[in-house]
């Protein structure tokens, strides 16, 4: 069964830059998402990847679309999240995780990284 | 706004049952059976608990349970423990839209 471990969080500045990064064994089919969840709120999706039989197609949500960019290293079983241009309300726990079927939206998210916060504050 | 309708809160007493609603449109529930509910406790990353509307992963017991009926989606909680207090979500596969439709989550209250 995939585990995916999140790593990169920290305190950014506004307009600053931060990559994050899941390692995930096992989700090379796999379609993985970044989700995140700002204090005290509820599930925002980020974006996603699909696996390569998918041409790795990405998809963003609009308040990211521009400034944040997933990859992913099939190789290294790695995925990452760059967040460029970060704002006050990017303040959130970010997951990644993952959706077995490697659907074009979302059919499940069979599991989940434990999350890494990411503060943006001056 | 979440495009998924919740109510913000559901409770019951040890040993009772409780269901919690999902709503949406026939862009999404009322369209694909991949609704999808999942379990998170405070400060903890979200746990898949149900997928495709009523398949359970292996591991979550079987007082959980979820159905649909046209463009709402339902997960009941039978006999409540005081563990399963806890924040309850859904999501759903949307036509066209890669990030699929969420809802707002539910706090369930074990009185």
């Known amino acids: 069964e995939a585990l995916l471990v999140e790593s990169g969080g920290g305190l950014a500045r506004p307009g600053g830059s931060l990559t994050l990064s899941c390692a995930a064994s096992?989700?090379?089919?796999?379609?993985m998402h970044w989700v995140r969840q700002a204090p005290g709120k509820g599930l925002e999706w980020v974006g996603r990847?699909?696996?390569?039989?998918?041409?790795?197609?990405?998809a963003y949500a609009t308040s990211v679309k521009g400034r944040f960019t997933i990859s992913r290293d099939d190789s290294k079983n790695m995925a990452y999240l760059q967040m460029n241009s970060l704002k006050n309300e990017d303040t959130a726990v970010y997951y990644c995780?993952?959706?077995?079927?490697?659907?074009?939206?979302?059919?499940?998210?069979?599991?989940w990284g434990q999350g890494t916060m990411v503060p943006v504050s001056s | 706004q979440s495009a998924l309708t919740q109510p913000p809160s559901a409770s019951g007493s040890p040993g009772q049952s409780v269901t919690i609603s999902c709503t949406g449109t026939?862009?999404?529930?009322?369209?694909?059976?991949?609704v999808s509910w999942y379990q998170q406790y405070p400060g903890k990353a979200p746990k898949l608990i149900v997928y495709?509307?009523?398949k359970r992963p292996s591991g979550v017991p079987d007082r959980f349970s979820g159905s649909k009926s046209g463009n709402t989606a339902s997960l009941t909680v039978s006999g409540l423990q005081a563990e399963d207090e806890a924040d309850y979500f859904c999501?759903?596969?949307?036509?066209?839209?890669?990030?699929?439709?969420f809802g707002g989550g539910t706090r369930l209250t074990v009185l």
């Open positions: 495709e509307v009523s």
């Open positions: 999501i759903s596969y949307s036509l066209n839209d890669p990030e699929g439709v």
């Open positions: 995780a993952l959706d077995l079927a490697d659907c074009y939206s979302i059919c499940a998210f069979d599991i």
């Open positions: 026939s862009r999404d529930i009322g369209r694909y059976n991949y």
């Open positions: 096992g989700f090379s089919g796999s379609a």
């Open positions: 990847i699909r696996s390569k039989t998918n041409n790795y197609a990405t």
